[in-house]
């Protein structure tokens, strides 16, 4: 009665199979490595690159231990991560300006493992060191944003509409126009309304006064908020390319917050400050009337800045912003009528008609296209006006090679956040903490599963031992699923594997005394091991579930570090379920399950006076 | 090899009344301390800045210190961290540091003194967040506890669901208590030790309630606190086995887990402790008050006991 039918022992053995290959790549541990991938799509890596990145590294007397050509880019393992180091930093300044250098980590597990998809577990950066910050997006400033944007419009559309108003003014969320008589309040209404489809428009007296009240329809306010997000995070991405991060994580974390994990990297200080940086476009006049050298002497005319051009040279820029880059919509790189690569941007439809406007009125003019980071201006094309530009298609050429056209599109897509952000949590951790932790961690485990398996096989004997490789299979299981499931091990995720060993044992115990009970209330060997399993059953799955429920509402309301260990404790609860019980009793069915039992090895019982009186 | 067991049932629910005054002193202590002395609150919760940073050398304090008050930061709070060499700084939220690059101004103050200076770990919690980890702990307590009790309802019966409830959230007070009595450091390490312990101490109350079942069906003439009693000595082997191994790990990751898991070790090794005692010594006599019955658990309707054995 103690046997199990024959698939049963396959699929555990199969089980454990899986779990060996997949656990098995934690064990090569991880080399320094570089790697060089494409700044932008449309970028190849190729040979060509890798023999280029072989010949400079030669150059410079590094050694390197092999390289990897995929077509996401180049990789090349180092020994020490001094060499690394060094590597990234000549290699940067020799491909830096089309390609991303990192630093990396690849594992050293064979390549046919890599392709079945067996990697190591995917370490946190607690493990691994590295920076962690959470962004908010400060909707409140995007919606003052939005409504300075709209009352411009609003202004410059009464004003074409030859609408007569009494003043436009903005307080915190709505915009107030007044009017003089009714007729034009009407008149207003009806046009404003065709024009501006997200604004909500209500008439309103006060003291007599005829006033008209625009405000953000809900639903476009909370498509303003989500696009504000979402072009955020599109920006992050693109200034995170410039830090030559290897796994950058980016992601939205509920209604208004954004998370960026760059594992590995140290400066944090230059992290914040690319992460933090506030670049917006601007369309503005060129004075061409003022006199530029005087300028550069200090004397500049009064309405005008001094600027310096991107690739050298100064002009002279009228202060008055006739455009932003909150206008633009999309901008590829491409090229013009004369086979010249140029820019195409795309504007919104007030961007259009404004840009038609300034088009016109300035036919042979030039205008400069300016980018504002950080209170520093740039003029980056300063193009002649050739002729009205309508439609909101618009193209940017002057002097300018393919490449500078694609990083002036990159800049003109993403140069801009949407709404400022500000780092509300941030999370540093030094490399050598990151590999102290994995050695607490490992410690915790392994000390604390043998002083665990030394006294259950003392106690239990022969089944003890059954016990202890059920938990060792546990263990398997636990680590091969993490690594198959690629979830973020933490500090607190190795701690949560350390106390799956504690409580795994327990199913065990459970079975192990519920045989004892059953050995001592007088049952043959064979019954009181099947029984056993069955009565403990019940018992395990309680504690197990209501440890899983503990395990769930930590994941759900957890945070960070918190999830990892809530991950963890679930996971460890199924595969608990699995091995105690199914694994063991296998073992046990395998070993004693065949034959006549004098006795069950399960360590010496005290038989008590009273128990067989009771029964 | 076979401790803890014993000839005659051990009478637990005699001794309902001592352990129940003792809980009930002990529960108004750890109320009376967390409200007048409260948490130690960590950044998780309260917001500013932990920076841990490790000189070459044996760290002189007083130096760094005044580096701080010079910087105009002089509420920070400095400490030895683990070694002479490293050092733990405390910052309050800083309103003209805001977007977190408090942690930058300090470094450079500390380099030009020492360059060999190297930072180990900064966390900036904002204030904002601190106030959701907390609301967020708080919910997924709450979400537990109710799960707990609706599942122990449905599995067993509503006075058991209540009775290991009650058990539980006392080992909940009682660490908490003790981290307030001990002004130990609460972050979101030990937040997480004391909602595992919520789940895992129901372990206990749930072996017993089992026990207390198949005893009412076995045992028919027995006593209500005859046959809890009987539960409770049959299964103490289990209890002292299990709790003893994984105290074990526990004692294993206060030793080995460095000081990051410190607290989180020291967590549990109370919620442990109390966990035996509570289900033991609360919850059996809890379930004698809500006066638990054979009815209850033995529906008439149901099969007698089915015998597993073919």
New interface residues.
């Given amino acids: 009665m103690n046997r199990y039918p024959l698939w049963k022992y396959i699929v555990i053995a199969v089980s454990i199979l899986l779990g060996l290959l997949y656990t098995l790549p934690n064990f090569f541990g991880e080399s320094p490595a570089v790697q060089i991938s494409p700044l932008r799509a449309g970028i190849q890596t190729d040979m060509a690159l890798l023999q280029r990145a072989e010949q400079v590294l030669k150059q410079h007397g590094l050694p390197y231990n092999g390289t990897i050509l995929e077509s996401t880019g180049i990789k090349i393992r180092f020994s020490d991560t001094d060499t690394q180091i060094k590597a990234r930093d000549i290699l940067d300044a020799e491909v830096g300006s089309d390609y991303i250098v990192a630093l990396n980590l690849l594992p050293n597990s064979p390549q046919w493992m890599r392709h079945i998809g067996a990697l190591p577990m995917y370490l946190g950066l607690d493990l691994r060191g590295g920076v962690h910050f959470m962004l908010q997006v400060d909707m409140a400033g995007a919606l003052t944003k939005a409504l300075d944007r709209y009352n411009a419009d609003l202004r410059s559309t009464l004003r074409e509409q030859r609408i007569p108003s009494a003043g436009i003014d903005r307080d915190r969320s709505r915009i107030i126009i007044k009017f003089r008589d009714e007729q034009a309040r009407e008149k207003a209404i009806s046009e404003l309304g065709k024009t501006f489809e997200d604004l909500a428009f209500r008439s309103e007296d006060v003291n007599g006064e005829r006033r008209l009240v625009a405000s953000i329809k809900p639903e476009a306010l909370i498509r303003m908020q989500n696009t504000a997000v979402q072009r955020n995070i599109t920006t992050l991405r693109n200034r995170v390319n410039e830090l030559g991060v290897a796994e950058p994580i980016i992601q939205q974390a509920g209604a208004d917050r954004v998370i960026v994990q760059l594992p590995g990297v140290q400066d944090t200080a230059k992290a914040k400050d690319i992460l933090g940086r506030t670049a917006t476009l601007e369309v503005r006049m060129v004075d061409e009337d003022g006199d530029i050298d005087a300028a550069l002497r200090g004397s500049v005319p009064s309405g005008t800045e001094l600027l310096s051009e991107r690739g050298g040279g100064h002009l002279l820029v009228k202060k008055q912003v006739l455009l932003t880059g909150d206008r633009i919509t999309d901008a590829q790189p491409g090229f013009d009528q004369d086979r010249q690569a140029a820019v195409h941007v795309t504007l919104d439809n007030n961007g259009s008609r404004i840009f038609k406007q300034l088009t016109r009125n300035n036919v042979g003019k030039r205008m400069a296209i300016l980018l504002v980071e950080k209170n520093v201006t740039e003029v980056v094309t300063a193009p002649v006006i050739r002729e009205e530009i309508g439609g909101g298609r618009v193209q940017i050429s002057g002097q300018m090679n393919s490449i500078e056209a694609r990083d002036v599109a990159l800049l003109l897509r993403a140069g801009a956040l949407a709404a400022p952000m500000e780092i509300i949590e941030e999370r540093t951790v030094g490399p050598s903490l990151g590999a102290e932790n994995i050695e607490r961690g490992f410690n915790s485990t392994l000390y604390g599963f043998l002083i665990v398996s030394v006294f259950i096989m003392i106690y239990y004997s022969a089944i003890g031992v059954i016990s202890v490789v059920a938990l060792a299979t546990n263990l398997l299981f636990l680590i091969g699923l993490l690594s198959i499931l690629q979830a973020t091990l933490t500090l607190p995720g190795m701690a949560g594997m350390a106390l799956t060993v504690g409580m795994a044992i327990d199913a065990n115990v459970l079975i192990n005394e519920r045989i004892r009970d059953e050995l001592r209330h007088g049952a043959t060997p064979q019954a009181a091991i099947h029984a056993g399993y069955e009565r403990a059953w019940d018992a395990i799955i309680d504690t197990n579930l209501t440890t899983l429920l503990a395990g769930l509402g930590l994941m759900m309301f957890g945070s960070g570090p918190i999830k990892g260990f809530a991950v963890v404790l679930c996971l460890g609860i199924l595969t608990t379920l699995f091995s105690a019980v199914t694994v063991s009793r296998a073992m046990v069915n395998l070993f004693y399950g065949n034959r006549k039992l004098t006795h069950v090895p399960i360590g010496a019982i005290k038989i008590l006076k009273k128990s067989s009186s009771k029964r | ?2 401790f803890f ?4 049932d051990i009478p637990f629910t005699r001794w309902g009344k001592f352990s129940m005054t003792f809980s009930l002193i002990i529960s108004i202590l750890a109320i009376y301390s967390l409200t007048t002395k409260g948490l130690n609150l960590a950044v998780d919760f309260t917001g500013g800045t932990v920076m ?1 940073i ?1 000189y070459q050398q044996p760290a002189n304090l007083d130096k760094t210190r005044k580096i701080l008050a010079g910087i105009g930061m002089s509420d920070a709070i400095v400490q030895n961290f683990g070694t002479s060499r490293d050092v733990m700084i405390r910052l309050p939220v800083k309103l003209e540091h ?4 408090l ?2 101004t300090v470094m450079t103050a500390l380099k030009v003194d020492d360059p060999s200076v ?9 204030p ?2 601190g106030d959701e ?1 907390l609301e ?2 708080l ?3 709450l ?2 506890s109710m ?2 009790v609706a ?2 309802a449905v ?1 067993f019966e509503w006075k058991f669901g209540v009775a290991c409830i009650v058990a539980n959230l006392h080992d909940v007070l009682t660490i908490l208590g003790c981290f307030s009595f001990f002004q130990w450091e609460f972050d ?2 030990v ?2 030790a004391v ?2 312990i ?3 101490s ?2 206990e109350s ?2 017993i309630s ?1 026990r207390i079942r198949e005893n009412f069906r076995k ?1 028919r003439k027995a006593t209500v606190t005859r046959i809890i009693d009987n539960a409770i000595t ?2 103490m ?2 209890t002292i ?2 709790h ?7 004692i ?2 206060f ?4 000081e ?2 410190h607290n ?1 070790a020291l967590a ?1 090794t109370i919620g442990i402790l109390f966990g035996i005692y509570s289900s033991i010594m609360i919850a059996s006599p809890i379930l004698l008050l809500l006066g638990a019955k054979r009815e209850d658990l033995v529906k008439p309707e149901r099969k007698p006991q089915e015998e ?3």
């Fill in positions: 090899m076979d067991r014993f000839e005659r841990e490790s805001a977007g977190g690059n942690s930058e190297e930072m180990k770990r900064v966390e900036f919690v904002g904002q967040v980890l967020n702990g919910l997924a307590m979400f537990v799960g707990i599942y122990l599995r979101l390490t937040l997480a909602l595992a919520l789940g895992y129901v372990n749930v072996v089992d045992l049959e299964t082997s289990r086995i299990t003893g191994s994984t105290q074990m790990v526990v294993s990751m030793l080995f887990g460095g990051a898991l989180f549990l597993a054995l073919p």
